[in-house]
């Protein structure tokens, strides 16, 4: 069988080529690409977080994250300060 599967429908059965080529595959279709979505450009936000050291103590932190997703502001936070066990990670919003 010379069809490359994707799904429950072969390449070849959706009309495209054996090689992906996504600019041409699938043919007639309404598929953006990022790229293609205009975005605008994204504020620093700024966030505070109580850690706890590994003497036992909470501590607050405050930092800078790019991103408004609480998690990625929660993996930022555990990679600048070495530690496993952020505690009420809230957005600042002065």
């Known amino acids: 069988m010379g069809c490359t599967l994707l799904g429950p429908l072969t390449i070849e059965e959706m009309g495209g080529k054996d090689e992906l080529n996504m600019m ?47 998690q990625d502001a929660e993996q930022k936070c555990k990679a600048l300060y070495g530690v496993s066990d952020v505690r009420q990670l809230k957005r600042e919003w002065n």
């Open 24 to 70: 041409e595959w699938p043919p007639y279709s309404s598929t953006y690409f990022v790229k293609d979505i205009p975005s605008r450009p994204v504020k620093d936000i700024k966030w505070s977080a109580y850690i706890l050291l590994e003497s036992n103590r909470l501590t607050k932190v405050e930092f800078i994250c790019g991103s408004n997703l609480k």
